[in-house]
Each structure stands twice: as C-alpha cells, then as structure tokens.
C-alpha cells in the first residue's frame, strides 16, 4: 500500500535518555539504522548498536558549544524531502542527502530550568533550536517520516513496531505530527510567558 512507510534510517537526538534503550532495541531488531549526535550517540553505542554521527554526514563538527549540531541541509534536506518528488529525489542524489524516515527527539527542558531559579543566561542556553526545527521538519513531512516529539510517544511507537514491524500507516504518521505540533506550541508558548515577564 502506497501509504505504508518502511523505517529504514533513524535521526535520533534526545536530552532526556530514559525510556529510549527499549525503543532502540525494536528499532534494531527491524534492521533500522542510526544517526545521533554527541551524548545521544555515545548512548546508543553503549547499548551495543551501531551508530553514524550527524557530522559524518554533514560533515561540519557540532559548533557555537553544541548550539549548533543537526542545522544543516543534509539533515533537514533528508527529513523535508519528498520522496514522490522526482525533482527533489534529484536534488538528494546530487547533494548525496540521505533519506531520513523517523526523528526521535525532545527538547531541552526550559520551564523545569525557569521554574529552578536558574539565572537568565541559563535559562536562554535551555531554548532548544535544532530540536524544535527538527520536530517542525518532521511533522510537516508526516506524509513520508514519523515524527517522535517527546519520551511519551515511545512506547505508542514501540507497539506499532510489535504489531507492523517497522512500518507505519499514514493516519499513523499524521497523528504523530499531531503530537509534535502539540509539543512545539507548549514549548513556544512557555518561551513566550517567560520573555514577557
């Protein structure tokens, strides 16, 4: 069917590790392959699987003290591309950007940091940018990529492999993209209160 996806390359950045090593484990085990960053990657290293690092591929290191790691248009280009699409499928042959079909991320957690008296320099370092585009991109391209927005859709996720293997249905990837643009507007809307205090 047309509108089943396979989940064959997983872009996986995440600040919170808990829950993760169970998701990573039925991803493996459908032969899903991973890209991460910095402690994400060390992380799935140390549960035995095999890892490529973003900055292999974009070839650019994490920079701006890790402000900058996953911006780049071999990442955004392989999770925005549309792959009906003759002319972007030509554009990711040339740019040689890699196919992107499940994001795994969360977002720097900025109101547990506001709500620690931590001080304003602090709390600006915790407004996650990379994170939040990732999520948009993702959600946006629902049509071809599942969207994983936060810790509490893991185990949803997890059920769908147990029963699908590593594929997802449309309405499956539309209700993540939900789910992500739920959790982006909460974030935003937090950033929002605090700047106008």
């Known amino acids: 069917m047309a509108e089943e996806k396979k989940i064959k390359t997983a872009l996986i950045s995440v600040f919170h590790k808990d829950g993760l090593d169970e998701l990573l484990k039925k991803l493996a085990d459908e032969g899903v392959r991973f890209l991460s960053t910095g402690g994400t990657q060390k992380f ?10 973003v900055e292999d591929v974009t070839t650019y290191p994490s920079i701006l003290g890790g402000r900058v790691k996953t911006l780049h248009p071999k990442v955004f280009g392989g ?9 972007d499928r030509q554009q ?22 506001v709500a620690s008296g931590a001080s304003a320099e602090d709390i600006i370092e915790k407004i996650d940018i990379g994170g939040i585009s990732l999520i948009r991109a993702g959600a946006k391209n629902f049509k071809d990529v599942v969207i994983i927005p936060s ?32 959790v982006s507007s909460h974030y935003d809307a937090a950033i929002h209160s605090w700047f106008a205090k």
């Open 92 to 113: 990711m042959a040339q740019y040689e950007i890699p196919e992107i079909d499940l994001v795994v991320v969360d977002l720097y957690p900025f109101e547990q940091t």
């Open 79 to 87: 999770i925005l591309a549309r792959r009906d699409n003759e002319g």
């Open 151 to 182: 810790k509490a859709e893991y185990a949803e996720l997890c059920r769908i492999i147990s029963a699908q293997g590593a594929c997802t249905t449309l309405e499956q990837r539309r209700h993540f993209a939900e789910r992500a643009f739920a």
């Open 44 to 53: 799935i290293e140390q549960q035995g699987y095999e890892c490529q690092k």
